[in-house]
């Protein structure tokens, strides 16, 4: 039975899909490029703001059990997502996985009424509720990777926040058991790493691990806002983001929990191992 991933190339579905095609399971991505996205896995073109593409996985491989799903950038994914989840019903998917953020609740905005339709249809589901990703510091295109090799900084409104920081790969393991599973979770997660830092400490770790100074410059509001728009993110993604920092400097990250080991027998990854695994990454 194949596996449907949307949001094919971002950082959990190709890690989701390596642990997959690893584990002989047949694996099927999304990206709106198409199959030119991935020149290892199978893609097909899916957009999720034109429903003309919805049915392409389906007509791709007929045998779907289950989907992985990513909103990316919608600014309100709930009633394009729940349209997308009665279609995949209607060709017999009965497993939904949703990767959404630790702050997420039941019936609440953004994901939360996705959440709320998969436990009221009966469907067997998971919510995953990852905290920040490490990642978002070591590959480009994530803002914190540019400043950093280019001006030896971090820029962000998060102040003295501390955030339990994430791996991606801890990320998809626990989705690959929330797919693959025998036995529906049928619950939410949510997916820290085992310690909480601030900003200050993230900088303070790189400036360890890579032998430079690594700054934390700390912004406004506004500040943030502006630097994301001046960067090229839409309004409201610098919005969205800039708020989540916001969040994050009164202390509505600091998260502490053990799911990472609950559900994949395994400590989630440190940020001193992540560091020390990946410190090529910024020379």
Known sequence: MTILLTGGTG???????SFLHSASIPVLLTSRRGPSASSF????????NDSSTWSNPFSTASDISAIYLLSGELSDPAPIINAFIDLAMSKGVKRFVVCSGSSCEYGGPFHGKIWQNLDESKLE???LRPSWF??????SGHGHFET???????????????????SANDIAAVALRCLTDEEPHNRAYRILGPELLTYDEIAQKLSQHLGKDIKHVHLSQQQREQSMKNAGLPEHMAKF???????????????????????????????DEFVAANKQAWN
């Not at 950082?11 to 989701?16: A, I, P, V």
């Not at 896995?41 to 999720?48: E, L």
Request: hydrophobic content about 45%; overall charge negative; proline content about 3%.
């Open 11 to 17: 950082k959990t579905s190709l890690r989701l899909a």
């Open 41 to 48: 896995y199978p893609t097909v073109q899916f957009d999720w």
């Open 125 to 127: 589901y998971a919510v």
């Open 134 to 139: 490490m990642e978002n510091l070591s590959e």
């Open 148 to 166: 950093i090799t280019s001006h030896s900084s971090l820029f962000t409104a998060c102040a003295d926040g501390k955030i339990p920081w994430v």
């Open 241 to 271: 983001l800039t708020g989540l920092e916001v969040m994050a400097a009164q202390g509505k990250e600091a998260w502490q929990g053990d799911d990472v080991q609950l559900v994949t027998g395994k400590k989630a990854i440190s940020f």
